[in-house]
């Protein structure tokens, strides 16, 4: 893959590693990061790799746009849009992945970084990170997808206290309220852990399961059940399906490729 300025791409056999590297300021995204990120996010999103992580360098996740680049008049509509929308795209890319996404947040994460760690399918947390929606502070609204998580993700009424309110959530808390996955004491090694379980597990269904809980959001019941009859029938043309049955019956574990 092409080298970046402001990502390290890093392939480690089925996982694919992408960290921000913009220390100085806090990973914060300038137009360029912004749209590395939407074509890595792109290529990731079609390439073989089975798992994607993506974290930060530097004790930070992603502080959103880079407000040193602003003027704070009408005229930063243009570059607030122009980032807004190759994170945007980053973030439709890692949803709809069809495969698992790890969110690696090692830090601060706040603003557009915000929406980014919420867009993982694993959330994991650093003990001395923590996340904020930062948005009110400097007189925006939300972007990065994050009040479309925050209300799906902790119902509306503390989606506004969050919003609103502004106070930092500190991991414990992050994982009480549902918006992350766990807190790691040993983040990298158990980053890593996750990421090579994921990357042995079935691709193909795990893409699939994703696809089925993001459509049911907006679906009644019937319909979503539809929509699994189908997929589950599909998944008997897999060969990791073939291969989990088969170890099933001679109670072993199963050796899955992704395929």
Not at 5 to 13: K, P, Q
Not at 232 to 253: Q, S
Request: with cysteine.
């Amino acid at each position: 893959m092409t080298e970046f300025e402001y990502l390290d791409i890093e392939r480690v056999e089925d996982i694919a590693r992408v960290t921000m590297n913009r220390p100085e300021m806090h990973n914060a995204m300038n137009r360029e990061m912004a749209d590395e990120l939407r074509t890595v996010t792109m290529a990731l999103h079609d390439d073989d790799s089975r798992c994607i992580v993506l974290t930060g360098t530097d004790g930070a996740f992603n502080t959103g746009a880079d407000l040193s680049v602003l003027s704070g008049n009408s005229e930063d509509a243009r570059t607030l849009r122009k980032i807004a929308s190759s994170l945007h795209r980053s973030i439709e890319n890692l949803v709809r992945a069809p495969k698992p996404v790890i969110t690696g947040v090692n830090g601060v994460s706040a603003g557009g970084g915000f929406g980014l760690a919420l867009s993982g399918d694993i959330v994991l947390l650093a003990e001395d990170s923590r996340l904020e929606f930062a948005y009110p502070r400097v007189g925006l609204t939300g972007d990065g997808g994050s009040t479309y998580f925050l209300p799906h993700l902790v119902g509306l009424r503390r989606a506004k206290e969050i919003a609103l309110l502004d106070d930092p959530i500190f991991p414990n808390d992050a994982v009480e309220m549902g918006l992350a996955t766990e807190v790691a004491e040993d983040f990298d090694a158990r980053l890593v852990e996750l990421a090579e379980s994921l990357a042995d597990g079935p691709t193909r269904a795990y893409g699939a399961t994703k696809r089925l809980f993001n459509r049911g959001l907006g679906r009644d019941l019937s319909a979503q059940m539809a929509s699994e009859t189908d997929s589950i029938a599909r998944m008997t043309e897999t060969e990791d399906y073939e291969r989990g049955l088969a170890a099933f019956f001679e109670k072993e574990t199963p050796e899955f490729e992704g395929r």
